[in-house]
């Protein structure tokens, strides 16, 4: 299976953009990059997804580097409600089954 | 807006007993998974359905049973509770087999202890 990379902690101040990076070196050229995140004691929501091109929604944007083998998901002002982890998935082009492979994500904390 | 609807919340088992997880959806939607989470960790599908009568293994199917009789219900059934099946468990679904044409909704969970 195709790997991301991402740091296993990072701080932000409320109200301030938050950028949050995942490496994915391996990654194909049909492979789709997809970002989930995980408040406390929930299970895991939809951020955003892309293939090559930024794509922006009312949550986050995504950047998707021009090589592809790197990601940055951007949250354009952080709130409290951000805190969670966040998990950057690859899903590969002809997947048996469609599902995703959760690694540990990023665990983001949010300062008032 | 009740989406994926996890029950119980909770649950002490002793180890040896029995229990079923359920999971039903309101999206009419035809794929639907059992992931679980151990502390810390990511997640890690258990099994999975692509429609009413059908099912497969996951990753980590040992030690659990699943079922699909309708297209809203995705029950997991754990027969014989070991310690290590202490995890919080997920249910998923999505209206197509790829997640690039319909994301992933998720329950909030179970949380299992088994002693």
């Known amino acids: 299976d195709a790997k991301t990379t991402q740091p296993n902690s990072m701080e932000s101040n409320e109200e301030e953009p938050v950028h949050l990076p995942c490496n994915h070196s391996t990654i194909s050229g049909t492979d789709y990059i997809h970002w989930y995140r995980q408040l406390p004691s929930q299970g895991p929501e939809y951020v955003i997804h892309?293939?090559?091109s930024n794509v922006n929604n009312r949550m986050a944007s995504l950047a998707i580097a021009e090589d592809r083998k790197s990601s940055t998901l951007i949250l354009h002002r952080a709130t409290l409600r951000d805190a969670a982890v966040y998990y950057c998935i690859l899903e590969e082009y002809g997947g048996s089954q469609g599902n995703l492979i959760f690694g540990k994500g990023t665990k983001l904390s949010v300062k008032p | 807006n009740a989406g994926v609807t996890q029950t119980p919340k909770f649950r002490i088992l002793k180890i040896g007993q029995s229990m079923t997880l359920q999971c039903t959806q309101d999206?009419?939607?035809?794929?639907m998974y059992w992931y679980r989470q151990d502390p810390g960790m990511g997640l890690k599908l258990i099994y999975y359905s692509v429609g009413a009568g059908i099912t497969d293994k996951g990753e980590v199917p040992n030690g659990y049973n699943v079922s699909r009789s309708t297209t809203e219900d995705f029950p997991l059934r754990l027969e014989l509770a070991a310690p290590s099946q202490t995890s919080v468990y997920f249910c998923?679904?999505?209206?197509?087999?790829?997640?690039?044409?319909?994301?992933?909704?998720f329950g909030n969970g179970t949380r299992l202890t088994v002693t």
């Open positions: 998923a679904s999505s209206g197509d087999r790829l997640p690039r044409n319909s994301p992933l909704h």
């Open positions: 999206m009419n939607h035809n794929y």
């Open positions: 892309g293939l090559t």
